[in-house]
Structure formats: C-alpha cells, structure tokens
C-alpha cells in the first residue's frame, strides 16, 4: 500500500502539459507576419494593399468600372499613427452583413469557385486585429449597396478570443445623391518614411493592371496622385462554378455528399461536378465499380476515399470551366504598359487555359521595351496573380526563377537593356506561399506555361527588334547615298544636259533605283528618309 501511494503521488508531481484552443483571430494576432504584418513599414503597405484590393473586387468583377479613392494621414508623428481611408464605388454591403464581414475571420463572400482577389476572408480583418495590437482604435465603415436609399455606418472591433464582432457604434442617414459603395477608415502604426517607395510602387503597378480604373491617392505629406481612366473595357466576369472531379479531395467529397439531396449516385454525379452529363457519369461510376443507384449518402469513409482516387485517375471528364476566370487579357496589359511605362514597344500574350490540381488557371505575359524604360542588368519584373501586384518575395517566385533561366539572347535581347516583363496568373487557386499572398509555388503546369507565354511574347519582341535592326541598316545606306546623291545628279545632270535631262529628274531617278535595292515599301521609304537632311561639302 505504501508502494503505491508512493507512485500515486510521484504522479501528481509529474510535470504536465496543459491544453487550450484558439480562435482564428486570436492565431493571426498571435501570427500577425503570417498575413503580411511583420512590422510597421510592411504593415502599412499591407494594410493599403488588402483595403484596396478589396475596393476593387467590389467593382470590376461586379462590371462596375472602379472609381478608388485613398488617402493615407499622420494623425500622430510621435506614436507613428496613421489613418488609412479607402472609397469605392462598388456594390457596398448588405448592412446586416457589416459586423460579420469586417469582425469574424474567415466570413466572407468569397468563399466561391471563381477567381478573386482576395480568397482568405482574411485581408481587411487582418488589418483590425493589427489596429488593435498597435493603436487600440477601431475601423469605421460606411455602405450603402445599389439602390439603397440609406447609407449605413458602423464602428467595430473584434473580439479576438471569440472572433467574433462588437459593434460599438452604428447609424443610418439619407442617401439623396444615389451614391453606392463603401468607405472604410482605420488607424494602425505604420513607418510612411520606409513605407513610401512600396506603396507608390503598389499603386503604379495597380494601375498597369487596371487602365479602366480611375485612382486617386493622397499621402502623408499632402501629395496628390492621380492614375486616370485610359480603357473604357473591363476584363471578362468570373462566373462561379461547381467543382471539378479532379479537384476534390475526401474531405470535399463527404461535404458535397452531406449538403446533397440526390437519391443515387448518378444523380449526385451529374448535379455535383462541372462538365459531367449523364453518359459521362454512367461511364465513370461503371469505372470505379460503383451501383448508379447507390444512396452516396450510404457510402462509408473508405468508399469515399475509393472514389476520390477513382476520379483522379479518370481521364474522360471534361477539363475544368475558364468561366471562373478572369484573365487581363491583351488590350488591358497592353494598355497599362504604355500608359505607365512609356515604352517604344509593347505586347502581351494570353494563353489558352490549363489545369493545375482540377482548377483551371490562365497565364499571361506582356514584354515593354525601349521609350522610357531605363536600360538594367536584368528585366524589370512587375508580377501579378489574380490582378494582385506581388512586390515582395520576387525571389522565391515561379516568374523569378522563369525569366533568369530565360536565354534572351536568342531573342536578341542583350544586356543592360530597356525591357519590362509583366507576367499574370488567373486561378481558383493560385499556389501562394504564404497567406501574405507575395510569391507564388513552382507548380510544374504553371512553371511551364509561364515559360511558354514568355517565349511566345519573346518571338514578336525579336520580330519588333529585327525590323527595327533592318530599317537602321536601310536608314545608314540612305544616308550614305543621300550623302553623295546631290553631287552625283549634278555631274550626271552636266554630261546629259544635250539630252535635255534636268538635275532633279536624275535624282528622282537615283531614288527610285535606291528604294529598289532596299526593297522598301513607299510608305517605308518615305518614313526613313522624312526628316533627313545631308550637307554636301562643294
């Protein structure tokens, strides 16, 4: 007996771990560089970045072509407090919605297959949480949806063990103008000095990707900056879609089965997936040896791992819908490139869509060269992926690693040189390395069409550069016949002067056999030696 109260008690005094769970928001504030908040310079960057980003999901995706509005104030030097403010003229929030969307991590409308900016339900909540940490203030938001004859205002924070949020203000007045969108404002702790140069390269890059977006932006010091509508064209609508066989897993599988009504196999098949009709369906269950009149609400956990499998190995459905996408798409990069960066060249390539993991996804490249982009030792890389400049972590991107194993010089490109390379990924489900969402993961499928549309793009840049090789070589040999022409028809001019040939006859001749030997268009010729003029020593 006194064994074992002897072990009895040497157990009590055994060191013991304790055990707690944790709310989402109570992680990402405990886990704030997860989301992008690292410290005060990468947090205001951040922080403008996921308020902007959600302005613009607000209206392009919706067709409503954007109209942003932001300003960044110092409201105290001393504490380093700065309060962001953001406007759009987007669809605005239904306001029952508003405590939830901007106090409960991960509620959100996004949660859909079809592209978005953001995907998390995590960005503007992010920004909260850090409020809190660092000026204790809370985010107010003005809404007023489409048609709305009421504008609606709210003041809240969250309640980080709940996630959960507390509405400590809230009102509604008369909307006469008609306005609709939303306005957010909040104040975190922020090093605008280090900040500067990242934030005024996110909104240049904003709008390359967005033309058809009208930009205002005023910061700390007073400074105003205006990107103007240059597109009257907004990129296609996402439409959502219903999931892909190839793109579900067990645990999507039993979710889809739970929130089913359909009485057989079959019919789940053909009212679940995308792409699969009656014949396909058929075909596939008598593949996995599954009864079509089987309840799927009777199939057990292995069964549904069975399928799982038996659906990535099928190869006759249908590759996933690119309705979902919503790709820049030609005129758009092309657009952005020459208004903001001025080049002498430019062009863009989308390509068809592909599939990665069951999720289609949409590369593209565009090339700026020349004009006013300044020659470097490398191109200037400006990444993007579902519309989102991506400023940090260049190094640990696909893109990095696809354009510094590029061989430009088989395109003629050598450097230091003028060029830009803008390269965009369209996806229900970019590759992000980090919730940050600033790199994207060398996925084999996009790695290879990244390197084929650079490659495509590559082609008519070296087609621009050989023309332009071409027309410099012609324009020297014109000069140089231009140089010697004027002597040479008055001498010709001299010794056919009983033949009645007049001098400018002779040179009209000379210039004609001259375009010849070129083998130069008129239009051509004219353009090249427009402007010249040769001075002939006598």
Same mark, same amino acid.
């Given at each position: 007996?006194?064994?074992?109260?002897?072990?009895?008690?040497? %157990?009590?005094?055994?060191?013991?771990?304790?055990?707690?769970?944790?709310?989402?928001?109570?992680?990402?504030?405990?886990?704030?560089?997860?989301?992008?908040?690292?410290?005060?310079?990468?947090?205001?960057?951040?922080?403008?970045?996921?308020?902007?980003?959600?302005?613009?999901?607000?209206?392009?995706?919706?067709?409503?072509?954007?109209?942003?509005?932001?300003?960044?104030?110092?409201?105290?030097?001393?504490?380093?407090?700065?309060?962001?403010?953001?406007?759009?003229?987007?669809?605005?929030?239904?306001?029952?919605?508003?405590?939830?969307?901007?106090?409960?991590?991960?509620?959100?409308?996004?949660?859909?297959?079809?592209?978005?900016?953001?995907?998390?339900?995590?960005?503007?909540?992010?920004?909260?949480?850090? %409020?809190?940490?660092?000026?204790?203030?809370?985010?107010?938001?003005?809404?007023?949806?489409?048609?709305?004859?009421?504008?609606?205002?709210?003041?809240?924070?969250?309640?980080?063990?709940?996630?959960?949020?507390?509405?400590?203000?809230?009102?509604?007045?008369?909307?006469?103008?008609?306005?609709?969108?939303?306005?957010?404002?909040?104040?975190?702790?922020?090093?605008?000095?280090?900040?500067?140069?990242?934030?005024?390269?996110?909104?240049?890059?904003?709008?390359?990707?967005?033309?058809?977006?009208?930009?205002?932006?005023?910061?700390?010091?007073?400074?105003?900056?205006?990107?103007?509508?240059?597109?009257?064209?907004?990129?296609?609508?996402?439409?959502?879609?219903?999931?892909?066989?190839?793109?579900?897993?067990?645990?999507?599988?039993?979710?889809?089965?739970?929130?089913?009504?359909?009485?057989?196999?079959?019919?789940?098949?053909?009212?679940?997936?995308?792409?699969?009709?009656?014949?396909?369906?058929?075909?596939?269950?008598?593949?996995?040896?599954?009864?079509?009149?089987?309840?799927?609400?009777?199939?057990?956990?292995?069964?549904?791992?069975?399928?799982?499998?038996?659906?990535?190995?099928?190869?006759?459905?249908?590759?996933?819908?690119?309705?979902?996408?919503?790709?820049?798409?030609?005129?758009?990069?092309?657009?952005?490139?020459?208004?903001?960066?001025?080049?002498?060249?430019?062009?863009?390539?989308?390509?068809?869509?592909?599939?990665?993991?069951?999720?289609?996804?949409?590369?593209?490249?565009?090339?700026?060269?020349?004009?006013?982009?300044?020659?470097?030792?490398?191109?200037?890389?400006?990444?993007?992926?579902?519309?989102?400049?991506?400023?940090?972590?260049?190094?640990?991107?696909?893109?990095?690693?696809?354009?510094?194993?590029?061989?430009?010089?088989?395109?003629?490109?050598?450097?230091?040189?003028?060029?830009?390379?803008?390269?965009?990924?369209?996806?229900?489900?970019?590759?992000?390395?980090?919730?940050?969402?600033?790199?994207?993961?060398?996925?084999?499928?996009?790695?290879?069409?990244?390197?084929?549309?650079?490659?495509?793009?590559?082609?008519?840049?070296?087609?621009?550069?050989?023309?332009?090789?071409?027309?410099?070589?012609?324009?020297?040999?014109?000069?140089?016949?231009?140089?010697?022409?004027?002597?040479?028809?008055?001498?010709?001019?001299?010794?056919?002067?009983?033949?009645?040939?007049?001098?400018?006859?002779?040179?009209?001749?000379?210039?004609?056999?001259?375009?010849?030997?070129?083998?130069?268009?008129?239009?051509?010729?004219?353009?090249?030696?427009?402007?010249?003029?040769?001075?002939?020593?006598?």
């Amino acid at each position: 007996m006194a064994r074992q109260r002897a072990q009895r008690a040497k %157990a009590a005094e055994a060191p013991r771990e304790t055990f707690k769970s944790m709310s989402p928001s109570e992680f990402f504030y405990h886990y704030k560089e997860i989301a992008g908040f690292d410290n005060p310079t990468k947090a205001l960057y951040q922080a403008v970045r996921e308020l902007v980003e959600n302005a613009l999901d607000a209206t392009d995706v919706h067709g409503i072509f954007p109209d942003i509005f932001v300003s960044i104030e110092a409201v105290d030097r001393e504490e380093s407090f700065y309060r962001i403010t953001v406007e759009d003229n987007g669809i605005g929030i239904p306001p029952n919605n508003v405590p939830s969307a901007f106090g409960r991590v991960f509620f959100s409308s996004k949660y859909k297959l079809r592209q978005a900016r953001g995907r998390f339900g995590l960005g503007a909540k992010a920004v909260i949480i850090y %409020a809190q940490a660092t000026t204790g203030r809370p985010i107010e938001v003005y809404t007023a949806p489409i048609g709305s004859r009421r504008v609606y205002y709210f003041k809240l924070k969250i309640d980080i063990q709940r996630n959960e949020p507390l509405v400590l203000a809230r009102g509604e007045f008369e909307n006469p103008s008609g306005w609709h969108g939303t306005r957010v404002s909040i104040t975190i702790k922020g090093d605008w000095s280090r900040a500067r140069h990242r934030i005024y390269t996110y909104f240049q890059r904003t709008a390359i990707a967005a033309p058809y977006a009208n930009i205002v932006f005023v910061d700390p010091d007073g400074n105003v900056v205006v990107y103007r509508r240059t597109l009257n064209k907004l990129p296609p609508k996402p439409r959502e879609v219903k999931p892909h066989p190839h793109g579900v897993d067990a645990e999507m599988l039993k979710q889809l089965i739970s929130r089913s009504n359909a009485k057989t196999m079959l019919e789940f098949m053909v009212e679940t997936f995308q792409g699969v009709g009656k014949k396909t369906a058929e075909a596939f269950l008598e593949y996995a040896g599954i009864p079509k009149d089987l309840d799927p609400h009777r199939l057990s956990e292995r069964d549904i791992v069975r399928l799982v499998s038996k659906m990535r190995e099928f190869r006759k459905f249908r590759p996933p819908s690119a309705d979902a996408l919503s790709p820049l798409g030609p005129e758009v990069i092309e657009t952005g490139l020459r208004s903001i960066l001025k080049p002498e060249f430019v062009v863009a390539v989308t390509r068809r869509p592909k599939v990665y993991e069951g999720h289609p996804f949409i590369v593209e490249v565009g090339i700026a060269y020349g004009g006013e982009i300044p020659p470097q030792e490398e191109p200037m890389l400006l990444r993007y992926a579902n519309k989102i400049p991506l400023l940090y972590d260049e190094r640990a991107d696909v893109a990095w690693k696809v354009l510094h194993s590029f061989d430009w010089k088989t395109y003629m490109v050598t450097f230091p040189a003028p060029i830009a390379v803008l390269t965009h990924i369209a996806s229900t489900k970019v590759p992000y390395k980090a919730a940050g969402k600033e790199s994207v993961a060398e996925a084999p499928e996009i790695e290879q069409e990244l390197r084929n549309a650079l490659r495509e793009a590559a082609r008519k840049l070296r087609e621009y550069l050989l023309k332009k090789k071409r027309e410099e070589e012609a324009k020297r040999r014109i000069v140089t016949f231009m140089k010697y022409t004027p002597e040479v028809a008055k001498s010709l001019a001299v010794i056919l002067k009983s033949y009645g040939v007049k001098e400018s006859d002779i040179r009209e001749m000379l210039l004609t056999a001259m375009k010849k030997r070129l083998g130069l268009p008129e239009e051509e010729f004219a353009k090249l030696v427009e402007g010249l003029e040769v001075s002939v020593e006598e």
